[in-house]
């Protein structure tokens, strides 16, 4: 091959490769976009917003925060949950799955509980929780490609690099086997093809950087951290303070009672 026409194979074959690598950061900069659009959307719900906050801002403690300000419980300075009247009412609900649920959670046990003990031993509460963000979740990240793989999966980046390293070999190949040029003409489609295959190599280091970038780029973190604490959260700090450190103390306590929420047993009286 002389080096004329390899110049010609060299620099179309390179300017493919690095349109493949615009078309994939155009493809995962639009899919970020909708993701974080769809975001936006879910996380007008405060309940999912607060879902990856800390203990005493997440949306458990919200939850509660609800159920103490609608007064469907009660929390006394052990940090103890009670129903009140209006809770024990089986056709009141808060009108929200969370509260709902740890509402739910009070009703089916027979003696006042902590909420730490609640968040970490109750199942019902638990699996309604979880399926509740795990809809949310899937509406943001239905029909798009997960932003750190490629949009056909692992295949196609596997496509993609073999290809990359044919054409890289091929070039260095053909370099290698070229006569020495004669001329100003071969000598600059010379030049021009080992600029290729410099090119072709350093391809590889913005193929790998646009995946890991993305691969660090969550657009539900990046909406959430933005946002405020949940206003139930918000209005109990305000409005009581002092059930607002009870539900702290509340979410700490997460060791259970010698009778597991069932009443005590009276000792029998002696016999004379």
């Known amino acids: 091959m002389d ?7 060299v620099v179309p074959v390179t ?5 493949q ?11 970020y976009r ?14 999912r917003a607060a879902a990856g906050r800390g203990w005493l801002q997440d949306d458990t403690q919200a939850a509660a925060a609800r159920l103490l300000l609608d007064g469907l419980v009660s929390v006394n300075h052990r940090g103890n949950l009670s129903l009140t009247a209006a809770g ?27 909420l730490g003990s609640i968040r970490l031993r109750d199942t019902g509460f ?3 929780r979880e399926a509740f963000h795990a809809a949310g979740h899937a509406r943001v990240e239905h029909g798009i490609p997960a932003l750190a793989s490629d949009p056909a999966g692992r295949p196609a980046r596997i496509g993609n690099l073999s290809a990359a390293v044919l054409v890289m070999l091929f070039t260095a190949v053909a370099l290698a086997g070229l006569p020495a040029p004669r001329g100003a003409v071969e000598s600059a489609a010379v030049a021009v093809s080992a600029i290729g295959l410099v090119a072709q190599i ?12 993305y691969a660090r780029r969550d657009p539900w973190k990046d909406r959430a951290a933005g946002l405020d604490v949940h206003p139930a959260l918000a209005e109990l700090a305000r409005l009581d303070p ?17 009778n597991r929420g069932r009443p005590r047993r009276r000792p029998a009286p002696a016999e004379a």
Do not use: I, K
């Open 21 to 31: 690598l615009g078309l994939l950061r155009r493809r995962r900069e639009r899919g």
């Open 15 to 19: 300017a493919v490769l690095y349109g």
């Open 3 to 9: 080096p004329g026409t390899l110049a010609c194979v």
């Open 126 to 128: 638990n699996t309604t």
């Open 242 to 258: 002092e059930a607002a450190e009870r539900l702290r103390v509340s979410r700490l306590r997460t060791r259970r009672g010698r």
């Open 88 to 114: 024990a009412d089986p056709a009141r609900t808060a009108g929200h799955p969370l509260p709902d649920a740890l509402l739910a959670a009070l009703r089916r046990r027979t003696a006042p509980a902590a």
């Open 202 to 213: 350093a391809w590889f280091s913005p193929y790998e950087r646009l995946r890991t970038v």
């Open 34 to 47: 909708v993701m974080a659009e769809r975001c936006a959307e879910v996380l007008r719900d405060p309940y």
